[in-house]
């Protein structure tokens, strides 16, 4: 990926565009061509070719891509909602079995993939948890997403890699709780009505507004654009808004949970 990125970073200069030229010819981010330039993120095939015409370098980054080896570590079915994970405006997501993938710290998130069966090894376990990390910056850029996490109380009294783990987890949380433009809510245990029954999802927004929602199963996920299944989740996360305790209760019970340690 580093070779894919400084092929294009050659090539782009020797044409005489910035970064931010470029992506305006294709309408996509400035930050997306920054990634694939720097190595954090793949160059796709579609714009790998629509690089190559404009560019004038007769197939040399589609042939880059397409020599590209095999990288298993990232699921395929995950790699496009990661894109719209780095690109959203805002992100909208709720989750029940476990700390939200932005909100994790490095020995949480170590315990999550630790947890998998079958088992990682070692190295695909750190590769992995450096990723995840690498993940959370999009929470401290400049213009971050106007970001909203609802957790189910059950996720938080869960605790994933140990007593220590576990209080720096909440620590964390309790520390992200007063970032700017980020809320986090904690839907409580011993409700009678729950909007979220069926499971995590997430919402996203494009630059280009567009609604997105996404979710996992055991052994896949899906990205669902159609407007009106959109609309369904959007309609759930609001129900789960109001059944949630509000920024500031969460965070008093953020605070309780941390003195029980």
Request: net charge negative; aromatic share 6%; hydrophobic share 40%.
């Amino acid at each position: 990926m580093r070779m894919v990125g400084a092929l294009l970073a050659v090539h782009r200069e020797a044409a005489g565009y910035t970064q931010r030229s470029l992506a305006q010819q294709f309408l996509v981010s400035e930050e997306l061509i920054a990634s694939v330039e720097q190595g954090r993120r793949p160059l796709k095939m579609d714009l790998a070719v629509q690089l190559d015409d404009f560019l004038g370098t007769k197939r040399t980054l589609q042939t880059a891509v397409d020599n590209m080896p095999e990288v298993d570590l990232v699921p395929r079915w995950a790699e496009e909602y990661l894109d719209c994970e780095r690109e959203a405006i805002a992100i909208s997501w709720y989750e029940s079995l476990l700390v939200p993938g932005l909100l994790q710290t490095e020995a949480y998130a170590r315990a999550v993939f630790r947890s998998r069966v079958p088992v990682y090894d070692e190295d695909e376990i750190e590769q992995l948890v450096a990723a995840r990390i690498e993940r959370r910056d999009i929470l401290h850029r400049k213009q971050p997403p106007m970001a909203s996490f609802m957790v189910w109380e059950a996720a938080l009294r869960d605790k994933l890699g140990g007593e220590q783990v576990y209080a720096e987890q909440l620590r964390h949380i309790r520390e992200y709780a007063e970032l700017p433009g980020l809320a986090v809510q904690i839907l409580p245990l011993g409700r009678t009505t729950h909007a979220g029954l069926e499971g995590p999802f997430i919402l996203l927004e494009t630059p280009e507004h567009q609604r997105l929602a996404y979710s996992e199963t055991q052994r896949g996920s899906h990205l669902i654009a159609d407007p009106d299944e959109v609309a369904i989740l959007t309609q759930k996360y609001a129900m789960l808004r109001t059944q949630a305790l509000n920024a500031e209760d969460t965070r008093d019970l953020l605070d309780r949970l941390l003195g029980e340690q």
